[in-house]
């Protein structure tokens, strides 16, 4: 019997495959006559015998084929490393390519995957929501919360397990050298609870802590725990003063990505003066919490909302006049996690994008260095070929070489993405909380070896590819002058096409981008940021508990800043444009228009500012008058509006002269005046409607100084301070910035994002541009016969050179025609990061076209004019 | 491929299965399954080679110098085509001697521990 035609033999081949190909053409039929003998003798001793032998041969192969494919991978890397040592200049720029490819994409993931994909680093952080209050008919998609709404929707509900409240105020904390502004989150006692997060030091809140009277306690953040306290754990148990009460540390948080604010520390809502008061717990509409809540384990989000939304139909039922028919009024529930990211994902999701263009034009560049590389190996192959390297053979000694680069160039991405992680961490902060969680961590290294293998797949398929054509030939030829087929020009065109083409659109992207951002960046805010310092001033209004006192306090402020030389302006506001703060939206009644029962009133932002504001930021009045020092309390109440109000709220007629109430008709306001929009919520927004308000008739417990200066404006900033401390030693300030500055942050989001996506752009650019030239000079080495020849019989110089480079410039024209093909289908997904530009912008086309045309003439000319170089004598001579 | 020249305590300690292979070889030049029977036998059937871990072993002694695959074929008549026979060099030799010495130290600091009852003899 023949050991072949046994099916023991078949399955013992079979398995015979595991082993390395070299291994099994070197002794794979004598172990199969030896396992034929073994099983004969095996079937002498019965079934157990033969499974025995089964067992130790399938164990055996399972043991051995592991140590055989490594020691093969050590065999193959040593030659592989031989070769890259030949070839210096080769390994280099593969190496380097690679490295920007895949740090690039090793970068971003490290973002992605902190920021998307990594689970909330809170306890049950998938069963956490956001819950909103939404009024779309009054443009309102995300109202607070006021006390009794929290309480209704806290025990009405059957779907979450608990329901927790959220503020953020700032309180002046003494007890420490100087007088400290601290952020502070006023929460429910057991928001910590919620969130899962256990103290690093102490305790968090119990339920005792939110009793009326309950002593009060506070939680330091653990940014400001080490920041004030420098870590000290002792800081539990002592004390500080808060709105004139004394306040205990109880526990210190633990590092986390602290939401919805960055807050120094944080108490709980009886504490707080302002959630505490009467006033406050009684009204209805005096909203300021956040809340959310944590949904019952088997409770899925939409149950939740039903559920919720069941709530909102009883508070409509209940209270027809606050809730009215015509504001559409509704609760929404969003998960925490989408809440967190959803600003960050469009823009993680783009820059992903970009970086795997770059490592697919990386790949078709090492590629095509690979073919380059290819025409000078072929004797090497040939000869391996004939003796006996077998196909498979030839391809995993290639494929393990383009391993390697790709590993070697990978771990130097690594390091290079390694290096830009705190550039990349202050980036995303400006879209998400959870930019903290960005590290380098296992789940990266992971990527980016899975990165490596696909890079050494894509950028050696090809030249394993070419090899094996250019064996055959060389083979065939006798092993005499032999160049890579016809085939693998083909191929190397068509990598040149998909350089340029990719190069293409990553730079259509940038463009677009970059013509955003400057479009963004000169628009008119409706002011000027030149000149102007701005800094926050909060009073303590234990101490400043009158309205008199309020005033008196900026009003002797003001005077002394004013009295500056180098001061131009100043004047104080209860909030400057692009600040990021919310809107403050409040309803008024006009006295021409009689209130009609169930509908609401019309809404506008309420601002309230000193006489010089609109001078300090050359905010223009229109119509009427700014604010003088004569409305004073006591004079007739007068306000200012914005041009959108005027064309919004009162139908674009004069309103100078007409009279609005806030509350409900008991006082009446003048309007005396209209002045220009203000972007107030970002560069990219339109202006709202707004009403000012004159600051001695409404006086502020806290607000915005802005100062017009003559001079740098920061450099007054230590001065100013100072004068705030000779009118009350105990009053701090805080940010302390020019409004240029501001104005520059924010935007800082489009920026920073049309900087990565240029960047990203540029390196495709190089790398295709390296890639164009370096084909053609192969070309062109392995042409100079012909190109001699030529010559020889009278072509020019300038000739030789336009043939060169049209040749290289069509490949380009190629590329760029795919490019724009692409760009066409691809852009509009770039829609909502664009600014006034269209995604198909013709000059953003042109100039790419122009800037990627000139790299690309750049890259060819150079060979091209060492073809045209060509000593005819000298290159036919060389045959 | 030429062997590599290293002393030949260097190559110690050889792992169980091969030390058995160099074992089997040292009486006489073996086809593969016969170094699988020899093993088998001279160990009572406590050592079972498989086909995988046997020519694993041999690729690594055929690199190292240790054997070679014998040139003039027996004419046996069972023998065939794939049958190959496997001598022990001089510097197999040496390596397996060594290792015996080896074991043989360590044996003797088992005795004068008590560890071994009797002396026993190849």
Same mark, same amino acid.
């Given at each position: 019997m023949k050991p072949e035609s046994t099916r023991a033999s078949r399955l013992y081949r079979a398995l015979l495959r595991l082993l390395p190909f070299d291994f099994r053409s070197d002794f794979g039929p004598e172990m199969e006559t030896v396992f034929h003998e073994q099983n004969a003798e095996a079937k002498r001793s019965g079934p157990t015998g033969v499974l025995k032998l089964w067992w130790e041969t399938i164990s055996g192969i399972f043991r051995t084929a592991p140590r055989e494919h490594l020691a093969m991978?050590?065999?193959?890397? %040593?030659?592989?490393?031989?070769?890259?040592? @030949?070839?210096?200049?080769?390994?280099?720029?593969?190496?380097? *390519?690679?490295?920007?490819?895949?740090?690039?994409?090793?970068?971003?993931?490290?973002?992605?995957?902190?920021?998307?994909? @990594?689970?909330?680093?809170?306890?049950?952080?998938? %069963?956490?929501?956001?819950?909103? #209050?939404?009024?779309?008919?009054?443009?309102?998609?995300?109202?607070?919360?006021?006390?009794?709404?929290?309480?209704?929707?806290r025990h009405q509900n059957h779907s979450l397990d608990s329901l927790v409240e959220y503020h953020n105020m700032n309180f002046?904390?003494?007890?420490?050298?100087?007088?400290? %502004?601290?952020?502070?989150?006023?929460?429910?006692?057991?928001?910590?609870?919620?969130?899962?997060?256990?103290?690093?030091?102490?305790?968090?809140?119990?339920?005792?802590?939110?009793?009326?009277?309950?002593?009060?306690?506070?939680?330091?953040?653990?940014?400001?725990?080490?920041?004030?306290?420098?870590?000290?754990?002792?800081?539990?148990?002592?004390?500080?003063?808060?709105?004139?009460?004394?306040?205990?540390?109880?526990?210190?948080?633990?590092?986390?990505? #602290?939401?919805?604010?960055?807050n120094d520390v944080y108490m709980p809502t009886t504490a707080c003066p302002f959630r505490s008061s009467p006033a406050m717990i009684e009204d209805r509409t005096s909203r300021m919490m956040r809340a959310f809540g944590r949904l019952k384990p088997e409770v899925g989000i939409r149950q939740a909302q039903a559920d919720l939304s069941a709530v909102a139909a009883n508070l409509q039922k209940a209270y027809p006049n606050i809730y009215t028919s015509n504001l559409d009024y509704s609760v929404k529930t969003i998960a925490l996690r989408d809440e967190l990211t959803q600003n960050a994902r469009p823009t993680m999701l783009v820059l992903l994008a970009a970086a795997g263009f770059v490592l697919l034009i990386a790949c078709a560049n090492v590629a095509n260095l690979n073919l380059a590389r290819m025409v000078r190996r072929e004797r090497e192959l040939a000869v391996r070929a004939a003796m006996g390297a077998g196909r498979v053979r030839m391809f995993r000694q290639l494929f393990t070489e383009s391993f390697l680069l790709a590993l070697i160039g990978g771990g130097l991405g690594l390091l290079?993405?390694?290096?830009? =992680?705190?550039?990349?961490?202050?980036?995303?902060?400006?879209?998400?909380?959870?930019?903290?969680?960005?590290h380098m961590d296992g789940a990266v290294l992971l990527f980016t070896l899975a990165v490596a293998v696909i890079t050494s797949l894509l950028s050696g398929t090809a030249p394993a590819m070419a090899a094996r054509e250019s064996v055959a030939n060389s083979l065939k030829e006798g092993g005499g002058h032999a160049t890579l087929g016809c085939g693998s020009h083909r191929v190397r065109n068509l990598l040149i096409v998909v350089q340029v083409a990719v190069s293409f659109l990553l730079l259509i992207g940038a463009g677009l981008m970059l013509r955003s951002f400057i479009k963004l960046q000169h628009v008119d805010a409706g002011f000027q940021s030149e000149n102007v310092l701005t800094m926050r001033i909060g009073l303590n209004f234990t101490k400043y508990n009158t309205r008199d006192r309020q005033r008196a306090f900026f009003e002797q402020l003001l005077e002394k800043i004013q009295a500056q030389q180098e001061v131009k302006n100043a004047a104080v506001t209860m909030v400057f444009p692009l600040n990021g703060s919310q809107p403050m939206t409040g309803d008024f009644m006009m006295e021409e228009q009689p209130m009609v029962p169930g509908h609401s009133l019309p809404l506008a932002d309420l601002r309230v500012v000193s006489?010089?504001?609109?001078?300090?930021? /050359?905010?223009?009045? =229109?119509?009427?008058?700014?604010? *003088?020092?004569?409305?004073?309390?006591?004079?007739?109440?007068?306000?200012?509006?914005?041009?959108?109000?005027? #064309?919004?709220?009162?139908?674009?007629?004069?309103?100078?002269?007409?009279?609005?109430?806030?509350?409900?008709? /008991?006082?009446?306001?003048?309007?005396?005046?209209?002045?220009?929009?203000? &972007?107030?919520?970002?560069?990219?927004?339109?202006?709202?409607?707004?009403?000012?308000?004159? !600051?001695?008739? *409404?006086? =502020?417990?806290?607000?915005?100084?802005?100062?017009? *200066?003559?001079?740098?404006?920061?450099?007054?900033?230590? &001065?100013?301070?100072?004068?705030?401390?000779?009118?009350? +030693?105990?009053? +701090?300030?805080?940010?302390?910035?020019?409004?240029?500055?501001?104005?520059?942050?924010? $935007?800082?989001?489009?920026?920073?994002?049309?900087?990565?996506?240029?960047?990203?752009?540029?390196?495709? =650019?190089?790398?295709?541009?390296?890639?164009?030239?370096?084909?053609?000079? !192969?070309?062109?080495?392995?042409? &100079?016969?012909?190109?001699?020849?030529?010559?020889?019989?009278?072509?020019?110089?300038?000739?030789?050179?336009?043939?060169?480079?049209? #040749?290289?410039?069509? !490949?380009? !024209?190629?590329?760029?025609?795919?490019?724009?093909?692409?760009?066409?289908?691809?852009? /509009?997904?770039?829609?909502?990061?664009?600014?006034?530009?269209?995604?198909?912008?013709?000059?953003?086309?042109?100039? $790419?076209?122009?800037?990627?045309?000139?790299?690309?003439?750049?890259?060819?000319?150079?060979?091209?004019?060492?073809?045209?170089?060509?000593?005819?004598? $000298?290159?036919?001579?060389?045959? | 491929m030429t062997p590599p020249s290293k002393p030949s305590h260097e190559y110690g300690p050889l792992t169980p299965a091969m030390f058995h292979v160099l074992l089997a070889l040292a009486g006489d030049d073996l086809h593969g399954y016969a170094i699988l029977k020899e093993v088998d036998l001279r160990t009572n059937g406590k050592v079972r080679l498989s086909t995988g871990t046997l020519y694993g072993i041999i690729k690594r002694l055929l690199a190292d110098g240790l054997v070679v695959e014998r040139r003039a074929r027996p004419a046996e008549t069972q023998d065939d085509q794939r049958r190959r026979c496997y001598r022990l060099t001089s510097l197999g030799h040496q390596v397996a001697a060594a290792e015996a010495e080896r074991m043989d130290e360590v044996l003797a600091v088992a005795r004068a521990r008590n560890l071994l009852k009797k002396t026993r003899t190849a």
């Open positions: 991978f050590a065999q193959d890397a %040593r030659f592989a490393l031989r070769m890259m040592r @030949k070839n210096p200049g080769f390994t280099m720029a593969a190496i380097l *390519t690679l490295a920007l490819g895949i740090g690039a994409n090793s970068a971003i993931f490290s973002v992605v995957n902190a920021v998307l994909l @990594k689970p909330l680093p809170y306890r049950h952080g998938d %069963r956490l929501i956001v819950i909103q #209050q939404q009024a779309p008919r009054a443009g309102l998609l995300d109202q607070p919360f006021s006390v009794q709404e929290i309480e209704d929707y002046i904390l003494l007890g420490r050298s100087e007088p400290e %502004r601290v952020e502070t989150g006023v929460v429910s006692w057991n928001f910590f609870d919620v969130f899962g997060i256990q103290p690093l030091v102490g305790r968090t809140f119990r339920a005792g802590d939110e009793q009326p009277g309950a002593p009060a306690v506070l939680l330091l953040s653990y940014e400001y725990w080490i920041r004030s306290f420098g870590g000290d754990p002792t800081v539990v148990g002592k004390t500080f003063t808060m709105n004139d009460k004394i306040h205990t540390v109880v526990g210190v948080l633990p590092p986390m990505p #602290q939401y919805p604010d960055e290079l993405s390694w290096g830009g =992680l705190n550039l990349l961490v202050s980036f995303a902060a400006r879209f998400t909380p959870r930019a903290r969680e960005i006489p010089d504001y609109f001078e300090a930021l /050359h905010i223009p009045i =229109l119509h009427g008058r700014a604010f *003088t020092r004569g409305d004073r309390s006591g004079a007739q109440d007068v306000a200012i509006v914005n041009r959108s109000a005027v #064309q919004h709220l009162w139908g674009g007629e004069d309103p100078v002269g007409k009279r609005i109430s806030l509350d409900g008709g /008991h006082a009446w306001v003048q309007i005396v005046g209209v002045v220009g929009d203000v &972007k107030q919520y970002g560069l990219n927004r339109g202006a709202a409607d707004e009403i000012y308000f004159a !600051l001695a008739q *409404t006086p =502020l417990a806290s607000g915005d100084v802005v100062i017009k *200066t003559v001079v740098e404006p920061m450099s007054v900033a230590r &001065k100013i301070i100072e004068l705030l401390y000779e009118v009350d +030693p105990n009053q +701090p300030a805080a940010r302390v910035q020019s409004l240029e500055q501001v104005r520059s942050d924010s $935007v800082a989001a489009s920026r920073l994002t049309a900087n990565l996506i240029g960047l990203f752009a540029l390196l495709a =650019l190089a790398i295709a541009a390296t890639g164009i030239g370096g084909v053609m000079a !192969l070309v062109v080495s392995q042409r &100079k016969h012909e190109i001699g020849v030529r010559m020889a019989i009278g072509a020019k110089p300038a000739e030789i050179l336009r043939m060169v480079l049209g #040749q290289g410039m069509a !490949l380009a !024209l190629v590329g760029a025609g795919v490019g724009l093909l692409g760009a066409l289908v691809l852009m /509009h997904l770039l829609q909502k990061f664009l600014f006034e530009v269209e995604p198909n912008d013709p000059l953003t086309f042109a100039g $790419v076209a122009l800037v990627l045309g000139t790299a690309a003439v750049v890259a060819c000319y150079i060979p091209a004019r060492r073809a045209s170089r060509v000593d005819p004598m $000298v290159a036919l001579r060389a045959e | -």
